[in-house]
């Protein structure tokens, strides 16, 4: 059985302090919007007022006006006293996998992968604490009867947010970060456990990163998610930025870990040579 984790919506504060921008320049109000609409998530799919400002760090009556704004706008949906999301926030996906570079190219190469390997292959890309699929292939195997239902598991759909920590791509990702940059990132943090695999001791997360940055691959066995194991790579651009991580799903029942290092890991590292002059 997998377990959920919910990460905690971001408040305009943080939103505020992403990226260096002139006091002139800044939009507060866009910034306490966005929080307000990152607000959503699995744990919390219909907000009031209240909690939307709790969530977003903004005061009841701002959480409040944003609401009923972007209700106007048609990003949201509300009875009057509770408000969920709209269809219309796929167009920000829609039109970020669309246009964006690094989703098409990556996408004929995974759809190559899962057709030669009949496994589940991904692409992704780190934000905040989080990794973010940006492209996949290929489906899972579930254990049943007849032991032949595909299905596809938790979490591996487009635009889907996974826990770093947790995730081969996210190990693969935080590795290509310098020992200052993890540090940072490291600071204050707490690792949550999914699952009773799940690395949570910061010192031993920290050994786990330096080992993939030295492998260049990372293998994270059940610590997401129980039953299944996944194998990553970094995609590296011409300059040798670490841009996103390319990986593959399987079941330890059917993919056996000398099975992921022997067969997989070369296709993988293959890919992702040839994906480098077009990142």
């Known amino acids: 059985m997998s377990t959920v984790s919910t990460p905690p919506s971001r408040t305009a504060g943080e939103l505020l302090g992403k990226r260096p921008i002139a006091k002139a320049?800044?939009?507060?109000?866009?910034?306490?919007?966005?929080?307000?609409?990152?607000?959503?998530?699995?744990?919390?799919?219909?907000?009031?007022?209240?909690?939307?400002?709790?969530?977003?760090?903004?005061?009841?009556?701002?959480?409040?006006?944003?609401?009923?704004?972007?209700?106007?706008?048609?990003?949201?949906?509300?009875?009057?006293?509770?408000?969920?999301?709209?269809?219309?926030v796929l167009?920000?996906?829609?039109?970020?996998?669309?246009?964006?570079?690094?989703?098409?190219?990556?996408?004929?190469?995974?759809?190559?992968?899962?057709?030669?390997?009949q496994e589940s292959f991904s692409a992704a890309v780190l934000d905040g604490d989080e990794i973010v699929i940006v492209g996949r292939?290929?489906?899972?195997?579930?254990?049943?009867?007849?032991?032949?239902?595909?299905?596809?598991a938790?979490?591996?759909?487009?635009?889907?947010?996974?826990?770093?920590?947790?995730?081969?791509?996210?190990?693969?990702?935080?590795?290509?970060?310098?020992k200052t940059e993890l540090t940072q990132w490291l600071k204050g943090r707490a690792l949550a456990r999914?699952?009773?695999?799940?690395?949570?001791?910061?010192?031993?997360?920290?050994?786990?990163?330096?080992?993939?940055?030295?492998?260049?691959c990372c293998l994270a066995g059940e610590e997401h998610e129980l039953g299944v194991h996944a194998l990553a790579v970094p995609l590296r651009n011409m300059q040798g930025e670490t841009v996103a991580s390319?990986?593959?799903?399987?079941?330890?029942?059917r993919v056996s870990v000398q099975t992921m290092q022997r067969d997989f890991l070369p296709l993988l590292l293959d890919a992702a040579r040839e994906l480098r002059q077009l990142l």
Do not use: C
């Open 137 to 152: 292939s290929g489906y899972e195997w579930k254990s049943g009867a007849d032991n032949a239902a595909r299905v596809l």
């Open 246 to 253: 390319l990986n593959v799903v399987a079941s330890p029942q």
């Open 25 to 88: 320049d800044l939009i507060e109000g866009m910034a306490k919007g966005m929080a307000v609409l990152e607000s959503f998530d699995f744990q919390r799919q219909r907000l009031n007022a209240t909690l939307a400002a709790e969530r977003a760090g903004i005061t009841r009556a701002a959480a409040r006006r944003h609401l009923l704004t972007l209700a106007h706008l048609g990003y949201l949906e509300t009875d009057g006293g509770y408000f969920w999301l709209a269809a219309k």
């Open 194 to 216: 999914l699952t009773t695999h799940t690395t949570t001791d910061l010192k031993q997360f920290r050994a786990l990163v330096d080992q993939v940055r030295a492998d260049d």
């Open 154 to 178: 938790y979490g591996l759909h487009l635009g889907a947010r996974l826990p770093a920590h947790a995730t081969s791509t996210g190990r693969v990702l935080l590795a290509g970060k310098t």
């Open 91 to 117: 167009r920000f996906s829609g039109s970020y996998l669309a246009s964006a570079r690094l989703p098409r190219a990556v996408q004929p190469t995974l759809n190559r992968l899962a057709a030669q390997t």
